[in-house]
């Protein structure tokens, strides 16, 4: 199916920037250009030609990996990408093991402790980070953690090191986080009360060895799913986060896209986000074979 989807991915994009209002060339040139220099600059950028012939063009030099020059810049797409896909990979990889960490952790906790306080206040915190937009959420930890305690920078990447990303991946994967917990927290519901679970606890294994080894292994195949989909909607570019700390990623430079019209540098965004989630979506029909046995393919 990899090849049906993205080959649809492609041409709904292509058609799709026909529709959007905007000219790429009134853009660049400006509201008062003459009409000779529109026409001359829609005549280097082959935006003169039949909609088929520039279709036909966008397709072999996709499949070339060519992905076009940004109309504003001269630079190529594939170039650009290739300078900013590592920033967000460094940000949704430590936001992952952000969410990670504290939501499986939280969900367990508050399971085991079921309709205890713990669990209350664990799961009133989990409704509260879901409900907060993570633009305010963002700001109110620059406020606090960077401007009046200055333990962290403010924004940007600086020298690289990972006192500029603990922030940014906070609030990136707070929501996950969240989320997360909700979601182990019934799954474990549902596993701790299996036979097999009781039957651990009737041998007389001690209650962090049923959760931690028979429980959880089974209550990571739904989580995964959670996992894998979040890591690839963070590679595909947080927008709000990369634009709150000024983080140079997939996402603002996809937004800055959007604004000037650079249809060019839209495609092959949207193509490459469109490729790595189809490759998550492969790693975490993989990773459930390794998860369960039980589970075969054809």
Known sequence: MIVPVLLGVMIITFFLMFIVPGDPVLTMLGQHANEDSINR????????EPWYIQFSGYITRTLRGDLGVSYMTNIPVAEALKQRLPNTARLAFTAIIVSTIMGISIGIVSAVFQN????????????????????????????IFAMTLGWFPISGMGDGSIKYLILPAITLGSRSAAFLARYTRSVMLEVIREDYIRTARA??????????????????IPVVTVLGMSLA?????????????AWPGFGRYV????????????????????????????????????????????
Do not use: C
Not at 41 to 48: F, G, V
Not at 269 to 294: E, T
């Open 41 to 48: 600059m829609r005549s280097q950028l082959r935006l003169d």
């Open 255 to 298: 937004v800055t896209a959007i604004q000037k019209r650079d249809f060019q540098v839209i495609a092959g965004s949207v193509l490459v986000g469109s490729v790595i989630f189809v490759f998550f979506n492969l790693i975490v029909d993989i990773i459930y074979i390794a998860l369960d046995p039980r589970i075969k393919y054809d």
């Open 233 to 245: 909607s963070y590679l595909n570019g947080s927008v709000l986060t990369e634009s709150i700390f």
């Open 203 to 220: 041998k007389g294994i001690t209650e962090r060895v049923v959760v931690l080894k028979h429980a959880l292994k089974n209550v990571m």
């Open 116 to 143: 205890t306080w713990i669990d209350h206040l664990a799961m009133t915190f989990a409704l509260l980070f879901i409900s907060t937009p993570i633009f305010w959420f963002g700001t109110v930890l620059i406020l």
